[in-house]
Nanobody, 121 residues
Framework: QVHVVESGGGLVQAGGSLRLSCAASGSIFSISAGGWHRQAPGKQRELVATITSGGGANYADSVKGRFTISRDNAKNTLYLQMNNLKPEDTAVYYC???????????????WGQGTQVTVSS
C-alpha cells in the first residue's frame, strides 16, 4: 500500500513564500513522474507544475518564474517552492506521484489529500 501526504500549506500575505512537500510512503520501488495541481473555490482543478523522473520541469504560465518544483528521490518526496505569492494563488494544492510498488511491475498514479494555501492581499 502506498500513501501520499502533502504538507506545508497555510496563510501567507501577498508577496510571501511557502514550501509544499509531498511525501510518498509504503512499499515503493520507484517514483517516476509527479506533479502539483490546485483547485480554487468554484473552479476546476488545474495543473501547476510537473517533474519527470530525470528532474525535468514544466509549469503553468501563471506560476512561471515564481514556483519551483523539485524532488528528493532518496526521500520519495516532491516539493513546490512558491515565491511572490498572489491572492489568486489561493487554492487547495494537490500532488500526485506515479509510483511503482515493490510488488508490482506497473506504476499507479496516487493523489494526496490536498493542503490549503491562502494568500491575503
Amino acid at each position: 500500500q502506498v500513501h501520499v501526504v502533502e504538507s506545508g500549506g497555510g496563510l501567507v500575505q501577498a508577496g510571501g513564500s511557502l514550501r509544499l512537500s509531498c511525501a510518498a510512503s509504503g512499499s515503493i520501488f520507484s517514483i517516476s513522474a509527479g506533479g502539483w495541481h490546485r483547485q480554487a473555490p468554484g473552479k476546476q482543478r488545474e495543473l501547476v507544475a510537473t517533474i519527470t523522473s530525470g528532474g525535468g520541469a514544466n509549469y503553468a504560465d501563471s506560476v512561471k518564474g515564481r514556483f519551483t518544483i523539485s524532488r528528493d528521490n532518496a526521500k520519495n518526496t516532491l516539493y513546490l517552492q512558491m515565491n511572490n505569492l498572489k491572492p489568486e494563488d489561493t487554492a487547495v494544492y494537490y500532488c500526485n506521484c506515479n509510483v511503482r510498488s515493490s510488488s508490482s511491475r506497473y506504476s499507479v498514479l496516487y493523489w494526496g489529500q490536498g493542503t490549503q494555501v491562502t494568500v491575503s492581499s
